[in-house]
């Protein structure tokens, strides 16, 4: 069973940068599709951005331009490099996996049989 434990989260000043990582255990590859989400208070968990195995990239309009995903299947690690950061760009940031597809389906959560337990970003 795979588990995903993200790290990278803080509090930043608005223009600043963060790169979250997210480790992957408990499979012998990672070569499925996986996706960062975030969700912030009081509203619905929504992509941000998700990669397929062969390293094709999607994001969200609110992010195109400041964030880019990445994967370094060698080391069973996703990463979200954040830039230009906003106030609206704070949230639970959570990495999840479709441990079923190497391509991925879409953004919607029911898609992602697998989360992390989400790191915290901040943006004053």
């Known amino acids: 069973q795979v588990q995903l434990v993200e790290s990278g989260g803080g509090s930043v000043q608005a223009g600043w940068s963060l790169r979250l990582s997210c480790a992957a255990s408990?499979?012998?590859?990672?070569?499925?599709?996986m996706a960062w989400f975030r969700q912030a208070p009081g509203k619905e968990r929504v992509v941000v951005a998700r990669?397929?195995?062969?390293?094709?990239?999607t994001y969200a309009d609110s992010v195109k331009g400041r964030f880019a995903i990445s994967r370094d299947n060698a080391k069973n690690t996703l990463y979200l490099h954040m830039n230009i950061l906003k106030p609206e760009d704070t949230a639970m940031y959570y990495c999840?996996?479709?441990?079923?597809?190497?391509?991925?389906?879409?953004?919607?959560?029911?898609?992602?049989?697998?989360w992390g337990q989400g790191t915290q970003v901040t943006v004053s």
């Open positions: 990669i397929a195995d062969f390293g094709g990239t």
């Open positions: 999840a996996a479709d441990t079923g597809r190497g391509v991925c389906r879409g953004g919607a959560v029911g898609f992602y049989d697998t």
């Open positions: 408990g499979y012998s590859h990672m070569n499925y599709c």
